[in-house]
């Protein structure tokens, strides 16, 4: 069954990814575009774009909060450029940090896949930029990011767990911390690890901040242990 899901997986993040385009108008020899990244028919992001005497320029990237740090912005970036072979990019944006905006390079603009050394194709949960916090008792590496309650597995004991703190114990108000989700990396399976008082107040429902951590059959394991 593992291996059935696996595959299903990973055909489904080799389609429908696809890119538009619109000419916004000229004005004084500059010409202004629209670029639209779409999964599966729903947008992702857009980048806003102009050249001008055989230059071009970014005037903005954005992306879905739900699919940041997920290298979105650099496929449609490559992509620009690609349908652009005359213009000569000129970097000009700025990250919220200050520092110059850069992509990385996308060997497949058409796929989500993600290959790491090992070849295992990771959950598209697990490849945003990486952080280190105490979750769970110790120090873990995460990715963050938003979630739909909808999509997770979860355990009865947990969910008994929080009413019953919930109806008996004002410290475990629900918050607007993040819950913690486990992602098994071969299967793609999201299952609330940590965060149930949030899962009970919503009913279960709607959207939440959370930290990604890497499971295999069942267990937490470290970014270093996938194989």
Do not use: W
Not at 39 to 56: A, H, K, R, S
């Amino acid at each position: 069954m593992k291996d059935l899901i696996r595959k299903l997986l990973k055909e489904g993040l080799n389609d429908n990814l696809t890119y538009t385009e619109e000419h916004l108008g000229s004005n004084d020899g500059q010409d202004n575009y629209e670029l639209g990244l779409y999964l599966n028919d729903e947008i992702v992001g857009m980048v806003q774009y102009v050249i001008f005497e055989g230059e071009l320029t970014v005037s903005d990237v954005i992306v879905r909060p739900e699919f940041r740090r997920q290298g979105f912005g650099s496929r449609m970036m490559q992509y620009i450029k690609k349908i652009h072979p005359e213009a000569e990019y000129k970097p000009s944006m700025m990250t919220d940090l200050g520092s110059a905006f850069k992509h990385k390079e996308i060997p497949d603009l058409n796929t989500l896949d993600e290959v790491i050394d090992n070849n295992v194709v990771l959950p598209k949960e697990l490849r945003g930029r990486k952080y280190v916090k105490r979750i769970i008792g110790q120090e873990r590496e995460f990715t963050s990011g938003i979630i739909n309650y909808r999509e997770l597995m979860t355990l009865s004991n947990g969910i008994e767990n929080a009413k019953n703190h919930l109806a008996n114990d004002i410290k475990f108000k629900p918050s607007k911390n993040p819950i913690v989700v486990g992602v098994d990396i071969e299967t793609g399976i999201k299952q609330l690890l940590d965060g149930y008082h949030r899962y009970v107040s919503m009913n279960g429902m709607g959207v939440h901040k959370a930290y990604f951590i890497p499971m295999k059959d069942g267990d937490i394991i470290s970014f270093d242990e996938i194989k």
